[in-house]
């Protein structure tokens, strides 16, 4: 038995770097989205890619050690992920009613 255990063990080594490398890549794409635009909208959508990509890095770590624990941490991300989506689209419709712009410049006054 420990034969079939141990020839299957690359084939999911490869697999979870195969989702790795996925999450990792949508990460990378978030994080050059989050940090090159400046639309309050696509920036918000950016994080919650970033938030996708590590979901998919604890559900694939969470399998690959036959674990549930990463599974219901991505419970978690994902309500985090709603209640940032509720905040986000209030906040983002309050700042546009009142300057008509969705630019993040048009805020920079608001730091200190």
Known sequence: MSGCLASTAPLADAALAQYIVVACALFVIGLVGFLSRRNMIVMFLCTELMFQAAAIAMIAFGRYHFDTSGQVFVI???????????LALALVVLLFRRRETLSAEAW????E
């Open 76 to 86: 978690f991300i994902l309500t985090v992920a709603a209640a940032e989506a509720a």
């Open 108 to 111: 920079s006054e608001l730091k």
